[in-house]
């Protein structure tokens, strides 16, 4: 199995492109989620999904949308890309159940000049 | 609102001195306490999950302990490869959905 897998491991963006974020799981889990991480800050939730159709807002929502369109997939997109969007992105994958942990991407470095 | 805080910000120890990291935390309907490890450039790896107050994991030479208020990540021993991030998040039911709330991590350097 690969786990979670998402791509790009890096990007550069100007500011006001746009970009989608990839991430694929293959462990048929439920809930799926994604985080940034800024230096010192840990992981902040931006969107999380409880499985397909369904998504919901985390703490820092702005300037992001996402999809789940399959279990398997969970994308991010970037509209309007803005250099406080600058971070490290990662996506997780859970399975149901109170107590399971959770599984992590490699991330994504995202810089916006 | 969940809160989690981790201390100290940053370790650092010789080879061989034995340390403890904090993890504190405010929750409603907690459904686990769950410790990762980062490496640079990488994602959290999982560690522990902590399932009530009393417990104990064991994993080498780390030992993860949880009381209603903190948990602990003791390190015994630690070698320069132990040297990493280390996160704590609270798991807690929102709306009915699961949500893993993170601390900042703890960054152990482990000097040969």
């Known amino acids: 199995n690969a786990g979670v897998t998402q791509t790009p491991k890096f990007r550069i963006l100007k500011i006001g492109q746009s970009m989608t974020l990839q991430c694929t799981q293959d462990m048929n889990h439920n809930y799926m989620y994604w985080y940034r991480q800024d230096p010192g800050m840990g992981l902040k939730l931006i969107y999380y999904?409880?499985?397909?159709?369904?998504?919901d807002k985390g703490e820092v929502p702005n300037g992001y949308n996402v999809s789940r369109s399959t279990t398997e997939d969970f994308p991010l997109r970037l509209e309007l890309a803005a250099p406080s969007q600058t971070s490290v992105y990662f996506c997780?994958?859970?399975?149901?159940?109170?107590?399971?942990?959770?599984?992590f991407g490699q991330g994504t470095r995202l810089t916006v000049v | 609102e969940d809160q989690v805080t981790q201390s100290p910000e940053a370790l650092r120890l010789q080879e061989g001195e034995s340390s403890s990291l904090n993890c504190s935390y405010t929750?409603?309907?907690?459904?686990?306490l769950f410790w990762y490890r980062q490496d640079p450039g990488k994602g959290p790896e999982f560690l522990f999950t902590?399932?009530?107050a009393g417990e104990e994991k064991e994993k080498e030479r780390l030992k993860a302990t949880l009381t209603k208020k903190e948990s602990f990540l003791h390190i015994t021993a630690p070698k320069p490869e132990d040297s990493a991030t280390y996160l704590c998040?609270?798991?807690?039911?929102?709306?009915?959905?699961?949500?893993?709330?993170f601390g900042r991590g703890t960054s152990l350097i482990v000097h040969p």
């Open positions: 929750v409603s309907g907690l459904r686990g």
């Open positions: 902590l399932y009530s």
């Open positions: 998040a609270v798991q807690a039911v929102s709306g009915g959905s699961y949500i893993p709330t």
């Open positions: 999904s409880v499985g397909a159709g369904i998504t």
């Open positions: 997780a994958s859970k399975g149901t159940g109170g107590y399971t942990e959770a599984f």
